[in-house]
């Protein structure tokens, strides 16, 4: 016997009598602890798809001030990304201009919600 379970069955590719037991007595997932558990730690939230918490920046700040801003590299300096913000503002300096598609296109992703902050936590609404 391995570790406490039946033997592996090498045609099978798995244990010879079913899965083995799961951790939590055999019933999948631990049951749900609440939301006051889930977002203890979390004052702005947790994202329901990741259960990563949101950052306490605001994506519709942080896409404004891209758009409006982001030739000086503004949304990406509000979200922490201090070399992505020095890059901005090289490439629309050195393009006389022509390079700021780019952070137009990146001000449209923050305010969409795909782009996350310095920690990788998503941008919270509002």
Do not use: E
């Amino acid at each position: 016997m391995q570790g406490g379970y039946p033997p592996q069955d090498p045609n099978q590719g798995g244990y010879g009598y079913g899965q083995p037991p799961s951790p939590y007595g055999g019933y999948g997932a631990p049951p749900p602890q609440g939301m006051a558990m889930q977002t203890a730690g979390a004052p702005y939230g947790v994202d329901p798809m990741t259960g990563i918490p949101f950052s306490d920046k605001s994506k519709m700040v942080a896409g404004l001030l891209q758009i409006f801003l982001g030739w000086a590299g503004a949304g990406r300096l509000y979200t922490g990304h201090i070399g992505l913000a020095f890059a901005q503002i090289a490439v629309v300096w050195f393009t006389c201009g022509l390079g700021g598609l780019w952070p137009l296109i990146d001000g449209i992703m923050m305010l969409t919600g795909k782009v996350t902050d310095v920690q990788g936590r998503p941008l919270r609404d509002g």
